[in-house]
């Protein structure tokens, strides 16, 4: 059975939803779950260029209907949560070390989602830990990146 990257801190989540996923996403276990708004107001995983997260989806792995908006998830905003994610890139101690409490950006391959740690371009995750043995990190959503101003 495949390790599954999630929740690192436990407490006050807020959980929305559920909410309708675009055609086709794929949400893999060994991978991050932040998702963004699309175009048509469905659920999707943010990647590179996105710069409005609403939350990290409440799912295991799973890969939505190829009919838009039948499969639905519910959604944790929880600023105050930490989730582990890969990393795209290795790291040693002391790189973590000079990582910690820095932003990043998302970049998916290959339907995984990592900590892009050498982008700081929309800078929507904030690193405040990781395991240097799995190369993985301990990401917040970046507040200041949340949501999007106006409702037109």
């Known amino acids: 059975m495949a390790l599954k990257y999630g929740e690192v801190t436990t407490g006050n989540s807020c959980i929305v939803g ?8 794929v949400f893999k276990d060994l991978s991050g779950k932040y998702v963004k708004m699309d175009n048509n107001r469905r659920l ?21 209907s190829s009919s838009a908006g039948q499969t639905k998830l519910c959604v944790d905003i929880s600023t105050n949560k930490v989730w582990e994610i890969p990393a795209d890139d290795t790291f040693t101690e002391a790189e973590l070390q000079a990582m910690m409490f820095k932003t990043c950006d998302l970049i998916v391959s290959n339907n995984i989602q990592y ?21 993985t990190l301990y990401v917040r959503l970046n507040p200041n990146k949340i949501c999007a101003t106006g409702v037109a």
């Open 18 to 25: 559920p909410f309708e996923v675009a055609a086709s996403e």
């Open 44 to 64: 999707a995983l943010a990647g590179s260029g996105d710069t409005e997260i609403v939350g990290w989806a409440l799912t295991g792995e799973i890969t939505a």
């Open 115 to 135: 900590a892009d740690i050498g982008e700081s371009n929309e800078d929507v995750i904030q690193i405040v830990g990781g395991n240097v043995e799995r190369q």
